[in-house]
């Protein structure tokens, strides 16, 4: 299998060597597959599939927008908690579709069903299994508002159903990983693993996201696969605690997407054993990986954010509440005004000192501080005296920026990523159909 470079041949896209990212190893009872069905006019990937043969565990989480894609309703009303595969596409979220939208899933889900069962009754093992629609799910992401195009995804079903296959290689991934992308310069994968009884336990996902990033989620759409056997209710237990300083501590734009999801899927293979809770040993060493994987794919996504140059790290240290820090935080990341400082280099503060009191939260401006890097800027709620300011300005070109705010109120902390806000941004955004 080799990747499709049309993908990457768009002016936006930065050109990547397969050594920059991680080495994703298969999973035993996953395959996938990934095609052109003409979504684009370039002939790039754009519909990618993953299929469980003996079904997998599964845990979502959805975007908390009130209007949310055709293709999330169809999986709430499966609420389905082991299911046989995941399609997704891209260049149309299906998202203000109406009843063509929800229909046109039905019909992508009979195609995908039918497929799969003669698939299966073409094996050796001479075993027909068939895959029903209700098995199935759905994620979608691009263009609010347009036509599902229906027909181009059904009419390549056979094709995509029959690449399918198990050996992942780093290739397979990020291939499959390039399909689901939109604006999106580069695909984002991570891996971990970790020992259990000499067993090796593998988590490997993959995401895409570049604009419309905000809380809750920042995902757009991420996918996570685990050999472990791990029950689906406590995959969402799991999957909820980390996602909450991953996912849903990154912005870039502060606009929520209508199809943010992200999912994770156990294939069972590798056994734990029954009735492990959240503070079994082996449950923590696999809740540290997950977070470890969702932490690295959130980061991806804010250095990928449409047109960025700089990442950005808020600390709130000493506040008198996690909420409190994450509030203040998130507004600090949040705000135009910060961001494009950022992007000019310029290591305004007053506009960080807008952020915390835009939070809405009670703080005591007499005694915060304010550090870009490690240059105290501020304190005490009064500017620092005899800043070295050619120290700071080059500090301001570095591509990486930490601003630590100290509230010196309490014990407690939260940290949060965005980027920069550049021209390229309102580039991307103002003809944001020709940029899908």
Not at 50 to 69: D, H, P, Q, R
Not at 81 to 87: D, E
Not at 120 to 132: C, D, L, V, Y
Not at 231 to 239: E, Y
């Given at each position: ?8 041949l ?34 790039r ?27 999330i309703?169809w ?16 260049k149309?979220?299906?998202?203000f579709t109406?009843?063509q ?6 019909l992508?889900?009979?195609?995908l069903?039918?497929n799969?069962?003669?698939r ?13 629609t209700?098995?199935l ?9 347009e ?6 995804i ?17 290739l ?7 399909a689901i ?13 970790f ?10 996902a ?10 809750n989620?920042?995902?757009m ?21 980390a ?22 899927f ?15 040993p ?10 470890n ?28 509440s ?7 935080a ?23 000192v ?24 501020s ?8 800043i ?22 309490g014990?407690?902390?939260f940290e ?8 390229d941004?309102?580039?991307?955004n ?6 899908t």
């Open positions: 299998m080799t990747i499709n470079l049309k993908n990457f768009s002016d936006k896209s930065k050109l990547s060597k397969m050594g920059e990212f991680q080495d994703l190893k298969p999973l035993d009872g996953l395959e996938v597959s990934s095609i052109s069905a003409d979504l684009y006019d370039n002939g990937d754009d519909l990618a599939l993953f299929y469980f043969k003996e079904g997998a565990n599964y845990a979502t989480l959805n975007t908390t927008n009130s209007i949310v894609s055709e293709t309703s999986n709430e009303k499966s609420n389905k908690k082991v299911i046989k595969a995941l399609l997704v596409n891209t149309n979220a299906n998202t109406g009843k939208g929800y229909e046109a899933i039905d992508v889900a009979k195609s069903a039918k799969l069962t003669l299966e009754s073409k094996k050796e093992e001479g075993i027909s299994e068939t895959i029903r209700k098995d799910i759905f994620a979608s992401t691009g263009i609010i508002g036509k599902f195009p229906v027909e181009k059904t009419n390549r079903m056979n094709d995509l159903v029959s690449k399918l296959r198990d050996d992942q290689n780093k397979i991934w990020i291939k499959t990983a390039s992308m939109t604006t999106d310069t580069k695909p984002k994968l991570a891996y971990e693993e020992t259990f009884n000499n067993k090796i336990i593998r988590i490997a993959i995401a895409k996201g570049s604009g419309m990033i905000a809380p989620l920042a995902t759409l991420s996918f996570i696969f685990t050999d472990a056997d791990i029950p689906s209710n406590l995959l969402k237990t799991l999957l909820k605690k996602v909450a300083n991953t996912f849903n501590a990154i912005t870039v734009d502060s606009d929520q997407s209508t199809n943010d999801m992200v999912s994770i156990s294939t069972r293979k590798i056994k734990i054993g029954h009735n492990r809770g959240i503070n079994d082996v449950i923590q060493k696999f809740e540290t990986s997950l977070k994987v969702c932490l690295n794919l959130a980061k991806q996504v804010v250095v990928d954010g449409e047109g960025a140059k700089k990442f950005l790290t808020i600390k709130v240290i000493n506040a008198k996690i909420l409190s820090a994450k509030k203040i998130l507004s600090v990341a949040c705000s135009p005004l910060v961001k494009t400082a950022i992007a000019g280099e310029d290591p305004n503060w007053g506009r960080v807008m952020g915390i009191g835009k939070s809405g939260e009670k703080v005591d401006k007499n005694k915060i501080s304010i550090k870009f890097g490690e240059f105290l800027l304190e005490n709620g009064a500017p620092v005296e005899n070295n300011l050619d120290k700071i300005r080059e500090y301001m070109k570095w591509d990486s920026i930490v601003i630590e705010i100290n509230l010196f109120s014990s407690e902390f949060c990523y965005t980027c920069d806000f550049t021209h941004y309102i580039d991307i103002a003809d944001y159909k020709n940029s």
